[in-house]
């Protein structure tokens, strides 16, 4: 996903490369975590905990992260950030390694992995526009999107799954490796990002950044409608390992290789996503994405009990995915003065992903009551009820 992009210049190679590398490793990561806390509980509550874990820091630190980002240049707390996550994802590997460490350090380093991750996450979208014109944000961000799905989702799960076959620490010491690869690459990006006045406290920092959201009907409407999105989808996939095996019947290999199919919509959905948005525009290509993606999990929980009819209906879900984070993403990046953009951002994605933890629980739980097909049933019917209602507020796109 690093081949030439014309126009695009040194520094977004730079940076879709380093995305490329550490989004491999991720998908490693996430699928070889399940599996290792599998190999310790076969409760629903406790291995959807680690989702809970992993994402509450965009609950608890999304704000303060943003604000921080603001104040440096994005290149320098990217990098920091994933030097961090090398030394604790390595730390993770060690104890799997030797047989070390339970549940509660799995659930500590998901925490930590997912703190680092805000700052990085941040730092990185900062950097896009940056390092893109704001003509091509589109096929920059499409590209991006396209490497987040081939490497993370749909080679690193079955990557990380078949090394967990052969040894419980590799996927981990591989993840490791990615992110300090990662980081070599972003510091070697010369462009700079705007920084917000240090005379500023950084609780009032995050004020403007949170009241700036507030007042945009249309992007606050977008960032509500993304929680929900999160709150859905983390609410089915929490207890997917358990799914995978319980329900469609697979081993540790063909839970990361199905892991791997649902990304396939993805790629094509990031693909084709500039010239989607280009010709149906970002309002209704929005609004395909906010009914079809429902409707595909609805199907998932009520009908697919094989492989080939989980993987196909996945499909449908990531393209939708795919093509709401393209179009939505380039809105805010060329709406957002750069000086507010990391605050902005933050506000959006603590409302956004700090969904996540919650709908993991309620994953957990509903899975616990009313088995594991059910969780795909009620994350369907939430999205429905959130497009349906965002509907007013989405004409507002121009």
């Known amino acids: 996903m690093t081949a030439a992009e014309p126009g695009l210049g040194r520094d977004w190679h730079l940076l879709i490369s380093a995305g490329t590398v550490s989004m491999l490793g991720d998908g490693a990561f996430l699928a070889a975590l399940p599996l290792l806390a599998a190999t310790m509980t076969h409760d629903p509550g406790v291995i959807a905990g680690i989702t809970v874990w992993g994402s509450l820091p965009w609950l608890l630190a999304a704000l303060p992260m943003g604000a921080f980002a603001d104040r440096y240049d994005a290149r320098r707390t ?12 390595a730390l993770l590997a060690g104890a799997a390694t030797v047989g070390a460490g339970g549940i509660t350090l799995v659930y500590a380093v998901a925490f930590a992995v997912g703190l680092a991750e805000t700052l990085a996450h941040i730092s990185l979208q900062k950097l896009v526009p ?3 014109p704001a003509a091509r944000l589109e096929a920059a961000n499409g590209r991006q999107h396209a490497a987040l799905f081939s490497s993370r989702q749909f080679v690193g799960p079955p990557l990380g799954a078949l090394l967990f076959t052969v040894a419980v620490g590799l996927p981990f010491w591989v993840d490791a490796f990615t992110f300090a690869v990662s980081a070599v690459l972003v510091w070697r990006i010369r462009a700079t990002t705007p ?3 240090r005379e500023t406290s950084l609780l009032a920092g995050i004020g403007e950044g949170v009241r700036w959201l507030a007042g945009n009907r249309l992007l606050r409407t977008l960032a509500l409608l993304s929680g929900v999105a999160n709150l859905a989808n983390f609410l089915a996939m929490a207890t997917f390992v358990l799914f995978a095996k319980q329900v469609l019947g697979l081993d540790d290999i063909g839970y990361g290789v199905v892991l791997g199919l649902m990304a396939v919509g993805g790629i094509t959905g990031a693909l084709i996503s500039g010239r989607a948005v280009g010709w149906a525009g970002g309002r209704r290509t929005v609004t395909f994405t906010l009914f079809a993606t429902p409707l595909a999990m609805l199907a998932v929980g009520l009908f697919a009990r094989d492989v080939v009819t989980v993987a196909a209906l996945a499909f449908v879900t990531s393209f939708g995915a795919a093509l709401w984070n393209v179009a939505a993403g380039s809105l ?11 605050r902005v951002s933050s506000a959006g994605l603590m409302v956004t992903w700090g969904a996540q933890p919650l709908g993991a629980y309620l994953g957990g739980l509903t899975a616990t009551w009313w088995g594991l097909s059910a969780v795909w049933v009620v994350a369907a019917l939430l999205r429905l009820l959130a497009a349906t209602a965002a509907l007013p507020a989405l004409r507002e796109w121009r």
């Open 332 to 342: 805010r990046q060329r709406t957002v003065p750069g000086a507010l953009l990391g």
């Open 130 to 132: 940056a390092v893109v």
């Open 195 to 197: 920084v917000t006045r």
């Open 78 to 89: 990217a990098t920091a950030a994933q030097v961090v996550q090398a030394a604790l994802v």
